[in-house]
């Protein structure tokens, strides 16, 4: 089993809206305070390039093209992070990865990814 488990991925229309979901099955509630959790995103012959990241006080920050149209949240009692994403545009195609990294720098987890795809 996936330490990390990404949902949410699927097709939508230029300006519209999804929301992706992070979940850690196989982290105890208190493990999960203790990373920080980010979406990364990585378009077709592209790197991966950060979509927003959280930690565990739930201050957020977001990639430049991100600001005002996506929101990161988390719920740790449910070991969860939410991607709300929305105006979506073209360019926003990719897969999304969800990474968590504990704060000491130990641990670091990746998703599978899921697909968004965003039609003009």
């Known amino acids: 089993q996936e330490q990390l488990v990404e949902s949410g991925g699927g097709l939508v229309q230029d300006g519209g809206s999804l929301r992706l979901s992070c979940k850690a099955p196989?982290?105890?509630?208190?493990?999960?305070?203790?990373?920080?959790i980010a979406w990364y995103r990585q378009a077709p012959g592209k790197q991966r390039d950060l979509v927003a990241r959280?930690?565990?006080?739930?201050?957020?920050d977001y990639g430049d093209s991100m600001k005002g149209r996506f929101t990161i949240s988390r719920n740790n009692s449910r070991k969860t992070v939410y991607l709300q994403m929305n105006s979506l545009r073209p360019e926003d195609t990719g897969v999304y990865f969800c990474?968590?990294?504990?704060?000491?720098?130990?641990?670091?987890?990746w998703g599978q990814g899921t697909q968004v795809t965003v039609s003009s």
């Open positions: 196989r982290m105890i509630f208190s493990t999960f305070t203790t990373f920080d």
């Open positions: 990474n968590a990294v504990s704060v000491s720098g130990e641990y670091d987890y």
């Open positions: 959280i930690n565990p006080s739930g201050t957020a």
